[in-house]
């Protein structure tokens, strides 16, 4: 084997910004030196595996395929010459080129990190979403201290982890990338002469060796138990450091800042999941797995708990003879039952080792074992983490009493806010479940009760009667063990593990049930007769109705949004439902679905419509006197509600945010997020930030011009929705153009999920999710989602009769795009999406669909629409370009997309032999690679 050598000094003289300007192109410089070293690697690897006739395929394909970008070659040249590929020629082509994406990705996230401690080491302001920029940003408003008291009074920041199956990155290598970036880390960190470049450029070679060695694709799909571990495992690579660490920074600078305010007692930012609870349309979803993915959170954070109880035990090693403890830590001592003559005169370490004994015991008793190390005596086990953390106090308490005050801020303090934040379950996990399957299992258990034969029979009026008065009756419907259908023993099933694990680990453990398609109130009192058939809702409770399980309506659809804030009335309006909102602390949780309502209505109209359903949910709330959280369901991609987090929280509309917000986490984003501490911290501090500002600012800053504001979008919105469902939804043939033009038959080949693509069997777009909808059009390059629609609903408003002339309506449009947050965000994020657009390569995927009529006539739809969008848009912004506010993202697409081009055009020729009949196993795992490698390189691709 052969190893490159690398000239590491001469990396390092180039790796720094030092002395070139921070936000020019001559810090590029850097980045490109880095993916050129890396490059030059992967070519020698290739060049030494498979061959020098494949590295020169290889090499000579990289060099048109940026001569392409240049606009020095034409198109069709290079894809004709890949056309003619055989199908072991493109799989080294299709497999180079997916490394070559991955490797620019990595030295992207190198170079972000460079700059950010270019940019710490020259003293640079604290950069906008960072808690340091947020506080100072609130030192210079004068805000009451009743104020902060009222707006944080439910202060939560909840970021839900989901496995919606976007993510296509094997674990193995991610590994592998893992070790490259940390290999660049070390170079940029060491001062000269400290690293042995021969070994690093060895190491470098191994590396990109294993990945090129190593198979791209998952053998089977993965299973609901693969998910639930995979999601823990962002626990021990980032989260039990980072949240604990900023909810003690938060506490500390909100009491500094108002020590008079009543701060909420308990940590602002606790994570959550639906891994193992939502079973909208996963059928793997069941008791059985409920219980797995509970069980396997407790095990996590006793686990670590436990590990760090240890750590403690070794480092409080003071002496009596040397220090005096307090009278409580020499009684936790003599507790312990640790009578080693090594440790008599050490109350600390014996102490500790009676909590360890103490929270094994707790273990033993959930898990069944004791994650780690046995412990050195059999005692009491806690009941439940405050009891942990009160022992934990105790031991802070009695070290600042002999001044070692720096130990107890240190690791002691770390897991005191561990332990309150994760507790022994570690996160929330919801439940969920589709509206019509609770109607359907629901009907069956009046009938059999012989309540009402024919509960679907019922209009919404009698609905609610039957269900308010059932709701008033502590007795079950149903007796154990009755014989039931599938469906509904299934549903049942789930609800009692639910409240079999709560009963174990605590009512936080599953804190919400989440109604998918919610409509109606009756799809909410349906939920709280199966919450009261396990005894989890008491109707008969002292002190009035009562339970530990929130209920949250989603609402997903633009019709459903647009009636969000009646539906929300009306269920405060039931007697029974409105006591138990005030068993909650007045506190109701909604759900915003931001993948379906664009899936639905298109991306100005989805997005409008979730903010006037905010407006009307904010106001319902306000009306009823209840505290009202917004849990935003959120995808990676634009299409789905993705898009910086910071500015998506600041664009929220007045009292939306009102100091908590739940926000689900997806697929290829949790990586992005959460894979080290320095990314965690900064995404977690983001949403933090972000929510302490909607908080307590005037973020949207429209004051008296908001509903003339609001009025234009009404107009925009519709305009928009209409151009949308006159192509996707009106247009004859647009879903076999759809199934013929994209990859969506052969997603769900891809082994990246256990969810189904689709709800329900059927052809129509309102059957498939909205995943598979946009990962799709993103693998085309068209990301249709994302801006569709827009620029008819710009121009048609300009240039409409009536009223202001077309310069002073656009000019118009300039003033709101300048002042108001929401319309900003909402044209940035839509010029992110047109930037990644390639009509081009979308006219490859294209010459897919065989009636060449209905491949025109869509095709000029969506090619007419997007010259149409990207010039009201920069009509609008009065940019010259697309990602004038975004450089970063334009240096992105410069590095990466050159490397996407023989992917996208070997993925159109795969597909066109495999519908053709073609049936070699390589043709189809080609095809699977060339999404692979698409949807790694976009980074946001579902």
């Known amino acids: 084997m052969s190893e490159a050598t690398v000239d590491v000094a001469d990396l390092r003289r180039n790796g720094g910004p030092a002395g070139a300007d921070p936000d020019g192109r001559a810090d590029d410089a850097p980045l490109r030196e880095d993916i050129r070293v890396l490059g030059r690697v992967l070519g020698e690897v290739i060049g030494e595996q498979a061959g020098i006739d494949v590295l020169d395929l290889v090499e000579s394909t990289r060099v048109e395929s940026f001569a392409v970008r240049r606009s020095e070659v034409a198109r069709p040249a290079l894809a004709d010459r890949l056309s003619g590929l055989d199908v072991r020629a493109a799989n080294h082509v299709i497999r180079a080129f997916s490394h070559f994406s991955v490797l620019a990705n990595l030295a992207e996230d190198i170079h972000h990190e460079r700059r950010r401690r270019f940019h710490r080491r020259e003293g640079s302001p604290p950069q906008q979403g960072s808690l340091a920029a947020t506080f100072a940003l609130l030192d210079q408003h004068d805000i009451p201290d009743e104020v902060v008291s009222r707006e944080l009074a439910g202060a939560l920041v909840c970021p839900v982890v989901t496995a919606h199956p976007t993510e296509v990155r094997r674990k193995t290598i991610f590994q592998v990338q893992r070790q490259i970036t940390d290999l660049f880390r070390q170079r940029d960190r060491a001062a000269p002469g400290e690293l042995d470049e021969q070994e690093w450029s060895a190491h470098l070679w191994r590396s990109v060796l294993t990945l090129w060695q190593t198979a791209l694709l998952r053998l089977s799909r993965l299973r609901l138990q693969d998910e639930i571990d995979e999601a823990l495992r962002y626990y021990e690579l980032s989260l039990f450091d980072v949240v604990p660490a900023i909810n003690a920074e938060v506490r500390r600078a909100l009491a500094q800042r108002w020590p008079e305010a009543s701060l909420p007692s308990r940590p602002m930012l606790l994570p959550g999941s639906w891994i193992g609870g939502d079973r909208d349309?996963?059928?793997?979803?069941?008791?059985?797995?409920?219980?797995?993915?509970?069980?396997?959170?407790?095990?996590?954070?006793?686990?670590?708990?436990?590990?760090?109880?240890?750590?403690?035990?070794?480092?409080?090693?003071?002496?009596?003879?040397?220090?005096?403890?307090?009278?409580?830590?020499?009684?936790?001592?003599?507790?312990?039952?640790?009578d080693s003559p090594f440790r008599g005169d050490e109350p600390y370490r014996r102490a500790m080792n009676g909590m360890h004994a103490r929270l094994a015991a707790t273990a033993r008793a959930v898990l069944g074992r004791v994650p780690g190390s046995a412990p050195h005596a059999e005692l009491t086990p806690y009941d439940s983490p405050d009891e942990l953390r009160a022992d934990l106090d105790v031991v802070d308490a009695s070290l600042r009493s002999h001044g070692a005050g720096p130990l107890a801020d240190h690791r002691l303090l770390r897991l005191r806010e561990a332990v309150e934040v994760f507790g022994f379950h570690l996160c929330g996990l919801d439940l969920r479940q589709n509206s019509a399957v609770h109607e359907e299992v629901v009907g069956e258990l009046l009938a059999w009760a012989g309540v009402c034969d024919d509960y679907a029979a019922l209009d919404e009026a009698a609905r609610v009667e039957l269900l308010a008065g059932e709701l008033t009756m502590r007795r079950p419907l149903v007796r154990p063990g009755a014989e039931l259908s599938e469906l509904a023993r299934g549903e049942l099933d789930v609800v009692v593990a639910a409240a079999e694990q709560m009963a174990l680990l605590g009512p936080r453990a599953i804190p919400n049930y989440v109604i998918s398609m919610c409509e109606s109130v009756s799809d909410v009192l349906e939920v709280a007769v199966l919450l009261k058939e396990v005894g989890l809702l008491d109707p008969g409770a002292e002190g009035g109705p009562s339970c530990p399980v929130g209920i949250s309506p989603l609402f997903e659809t633009i019709d459903d949004l647009k009636g969000a804030g009646t539906t929300l009335a009306a269920m405060l309006d039931q007697p029974l439902y409105r006591a138990l909102v005030t068993s909650r602390g007045d506190a109701q949780e909604v759900m915003l679905g931001y993948s379906d309502s664009n899936k639905d209505g298109g991306y100005l109209a989805a997005n409008w419509a979730l903010y006037r359903a905010e407006l009307e949910l904010v106001e319902v709330a306000r009306a009823n006197g209840i505290r009202l959280r917004l849990f935003h369901g959120r995808g990676g991609t634009v299409g789905r509600g993705g898009g910086p987090s910071y500015e998506a929280i600041r664009a929220q509309p007045p009292g939306a945010v009102a100091g908590a917000l739940r926000i689900t986490e997806q697929g290829e984003v949790i990586a992005a997020k959460y894979a080290d501490p320095d990314l965690a911290r900064r995404n977690l501090e983001a949403l933090v930030a972000a929510t302490l500002e909607s908080s307590l600012l005037d973020i949207e800053g429209l004051g008296d011009d908001a509903e003339p504001a609001y009025a234009l979008l009404d107009d925009l919105a519709a305009r928009a929705q209409q151009a949308y469902r006159a192509l996707v939804h009106d247009t004859p043939g647009f879903v076999e153009w759809f199934r013929a033009a994209t990859p969506i038959g052969e997603l769900a080949e891809l082994n990246i999920g256990s969810r189904p693509p689709s709800r329900k069997a059927g052809d129509s777009i309102a059957d498939l999710r909205a995943i598979p909808w946009v990962f799709s059009w993103s693998q085309t390059r068209i990301m249709l989602p994302g801006w569709f629609g827009t620029g008819t609903a710009l121009e048609s408003y300009v240039g409409s009769d009536g009223g202001d002339s077309s310069e002073d309506k656009l000019a118009r449009l300039r003033e709101l795009h300048r002042r108001w947050p929401f319309f900003r965000t909402v044209l940035s994020n839509m010029g992110m999406v047109l930037a990644k657009t390639d009509l081009g390569l979308e006219a490859r995927y294209a010459e897919l669909v065989p009636d060449e009529e209905l491949r025109s006539r869509v095709?000029?739809?969506?090619?007419?629409?997007?010259?149409?969008?990207?010039?009201?848009?920069?009509?609008?912004?009065?940019?010259?370009?697309?990602?004038?506010?975004?450089?970063?993202?334009?240096?992105?697409?410069?590095?990466?997309?050159?490397?996407?081009?023989?992917?996208?055009?070997?993925?159109?020729?795969?597909?066109?032999?495999?519908?053709?009949?073609?049936?070699?196993?390589?043709?189809?795992?080609?095809?699977?690679?060339?999404?692979?490698?698409?949807?790694?390189?976009?980074?946001?691709?579902?």
């Not at 006793?302 to 403890?325: F, G, I, K, N, W």
């Not at 739809?861 to 969008?869: D, G, K, L, V």
């Not at 009509?875 to 450089?887: F, I, Q, R, S, Y």
């Not at 053709?916 to 976009?938: F, H, K, P, Y």
Request: proline share 4%; hydrophobic share 40%.
């Open 281 to 338: 349309g996963n059928p793997f979803v069941t008791a059985d797995a409920l219980r797995r993915a509970t069980t396997r959170q407790a095990e996590t954070a006793l686990a670590h708990h436990l590990a760090e109880l240890e750590a403690l035990r070794d480092e409080l090693s003071m002496s009596d003879r040397l220090v005096t403890p307090t009278p409580e830590l020499y009684a936790m001592a003599e507790a312990s039952r640790d």
């Open 859 to 942: 095709f000029d739809q969506i090619t007419a629409e997007h010259e149409r969008t990207c010039r009201m848009l920069l009509a609008v912004t009065g940019d010259e370009d697309l990602l004038a506010d975004n450089p970063s993202l334009a240096r992105s697409i410069r590095n990466r997309f050159p490397y996407l081009e023989p992917l996208h055009h070997l993925q159109v020729e795969m597909l066109r032999r495999r519908r053709a009949g073609d049936d070699d196993e390589l043709t189809r795992r080609n095809i699977q690679l060339t999404i692979n490698g698409v949807a790694t390189a976009l980074r946001n691709s579902g």
